[in-house]
C-alpha cells in the first residue's frame, strides 16, 4: 500500500515538472500595426488643460450652427374706396371694372348729396321793390329764365340760370355783370343715395384711379379714390374737379359751399 502511494506521488511530481517546464504556452504574435497606435487614454487620465475643449474648435462649432430662419412677412392690405356713384347702374359698371382688374368690390351706400350742376343769381335783395327792379332789368336784356328764388329770410335771391358745367355759368355771370348787377355762381347740390365700392388692395399692387372707372361719356365726373370708412390707409390722389377759367378770364366768381338747393 505504502509503495502505492509513493509511486502516485512520483507520478504526480512527474506532471508538473513536465507541464512547467517542457509543455510552457507560446507568447502571442505582436502586430506591428495595432503596435504604432497611440494608447487609448481616459478623461481622467489626461492633464488638464488637454481635457478642455479648445477655444477655437468651441466657435467653429457655434458658428456651424444654422440660425432660425424668421417666418415670412405677412403682405400688408389697404382697404380703398371709389365713388360716390351717380346711381346703383353706375355703381355697378364700376363693380365689373374692379372684377376685371382682379379686385373683389363690395358695395357700400350711404346718404349724401350729389352735384347737378351750377346756378347763377343775383342775391342780397332786402325789398320787393329791389327783386322788382332785377327782374325789370333781365328782362328788358331778354333773359327768359329769370325768377325769383323761395324765401331765403330777410334777402331774396333770384335765379338766372342753372349749367352743367362751370363754364357756362361764368359766361352767364359776366353777361349779368356787364348790366350793373353782381351775380354770383354756386355749386347746386341735392340729396341723394351715394353708392360706394369698397376693395382690398395688396402691398405692392397699384390701386386704380378715379379715371380708370370713369364711364366714357363722363358720366359721373366727381369719381375719387380714398381710404375705406374707418380704416388707416392714406387717401389717393383726388380726381380732378371741372375745369375752371384761368386767370386771363375778365370775370371769376367763386363758388359757394354752402350746398344750396333750388326747386
Same mark, same amino acid.
Given at each position: +500500500?505504502?509503495?502505492?502511494?509513493?509511486?502516485?506521488?512520483?507520478?504526480?511530481?512527474?506532471?508538473?515538472?513536465?507541464?512547467?517546464?517542457?509543455?510552457?504556452?507560446?507568447?502571442?504574435?505582436?502586430?506591428a500595426?495595432y503596435?504604432?497606435?497611440?494608447?487609448?487614454?481616459?478623461?481622467? %487620465?489626461?492633464?488638464?488643460?488637454?481635457?478642455?475643449? *479648445? *477655444?477655437?474648435?468651441?466657435?467653429?462649432?457655434?458658428? %456651424?450652427?444654422?440660425?432660425? @430662419?424668421?417666418?415670412?412677412?405677412?403682405?400688408?392690405?389697404?382697404?380703398?374706396?371709389?365713388?360716390?356713384?351717380?346711381? %346703383?347702374?353706375?355703381?355697378t &359698371?364700376?363693380?365689373?371694372?374692379?372684377?376685371?382688374?382682379?379686385?373683389?368690390? &363690395? @358695395?357700400?351706400? %350711404? @346718404?349724401?348729396?350729389?352735384?347737378?350742376?351750377f346756378?347763377?343769381?343775383?342775391?342780397?335783395?332786402?325789398?320787393?321793390?329791389?327783386?322788382?327792379?332785377?327782374?325789370?332789368?333781365? @328782362?328788358?336784356?331778354?333773359?327768359?329764365?329769370?325768377?325769383?328764388?323761395?324765401?331765403?329770410?330777410d334777402?331774396h335771391?333770384? *335765379?338766372?340760370?342753372?349749367?352743367s358745367?362751370?363754364?357756362?355759368?361764368?359766361? &352767364?355771370?359776366?353777361?349779368i355783370?356787364?348790366?350793373?348787377?353782381?351775380?354770383?355762381?354756386?355749386?347746386?347740390?341735392?340729396?341723394?343715395?351715394?353708392?360706394? +365700392?369698397?376693395?382690398?388692395?395688396? *402691398?405692392?399692387?397699384?390701386a386704380?384711379?378715379?379715371?380708370?372707372?370713369?364711364?366714357?361719356?363722363?358720366?359721373?365726373?366727381?369719381?375719387?379714390?380714398?381710404?375705406?370708412p374707418?380704416?388707416?390707409?392714406?387717401?389717393?390722389a383726388?380726381?380732378?374737379?371741372?375745369?375752371?377759367p384761368?386767370?386771363?378770364?375778365?370775370?371769376?366768381?367763386?363758388?359757394?359751399?354752402?350746398?344750396s338747393?333750388?326747386?
Amino acid at each position: +500500500m505504502r509503495a502505492a502511494f509513493f509511486l502516485l506521488l512520483l507520478a504526480n511530481l512527474a506532471f508538473l515538472a513536465w507541464a512547467g517546464w517542457i509543455d510552457a504556452p507560446q507568447p502571442a504574435p505582436t502586430n506591428a500595426a495595432y503596435a504604432k497606435l497611440p494608447r487609448l487614454k481616459l478623461v481622467n %487620465e489626461l492633464p488638464a488643460e488637454e481635457s478642455r475643449p *479648445s *477655444s477655437s474648435n468651441a466657435r467653429k462649432t457655434a458658428l %456651424e450652427v444654422t440660425p432660425p @430662419q424668421p417666418p415670412p412677412a405677412t403682405p400688408t392690405v389697404s382697404c380703398i374706396s371709389v365713388g360716390p356713384f351717380a346711381n %346703383e347702374a353706375s355703381a355697378t &359698371r364700376g363693380a365689373t371694372q374692379l372684377r376685371g382688374k382682379g379686385f373683389t368690390p &363690395r @358695395q357700400r351706400t %350711404e @346718404q349724401g348729396e350729389v352735384s347737378k350742376g351750377f346756378w347763377v343769381y343775383i342775391g342780397g335783395l332786402k325789398t320787393d321793390h329791389d327783386v322788382a327792379d332785377v327782374l325789370r332789368t333781365l @328782362q328788358q336784356s331778354h333773359i327768359e329764365d329769370a325768377h325769383l328764388m323761395p324765401d331765403a329770410g330777410d334777402l331774396h335771391k333770384v *335765379s338766372v340760370g342753372l349749367f352743367s358745367d362751370r363754364d357756362r355759368a361764368d359766361h &352767364r355771370a359776366e353777361s349779368i355783370q356787364k348790366l350793373g348787377l353782381q351775380p354770383q355762381v354756386a355749386e347746386r347740390k341735392l340729396p341723394t343715395t351715394a353708392y360706394w +365700392m369698397d376693395f382690398d388692395v395688396p *402691398s405692392g399692387i397699384a390701386a386704380p384711379t378715379a379715371q380708370d372707372l370713369a364711364p366714357p361719356n363722363g358720366a359721373d365726373p366727381h369719381l375719387s379714390v380714398t381710404g375705406c370708412p374707418g380704416s388707416a390707409t392714406p387717401p389717393a390722389a383726388p380726381s380732378p374737379v371741372p375745369s375752371v377759367p384761368d386767370d386771363s378770364t375778365p370775370f371769376r366768381t367763386k363758388v359757394a359751399t354752402g350746398g344750396s338747393k333750388v326747386p
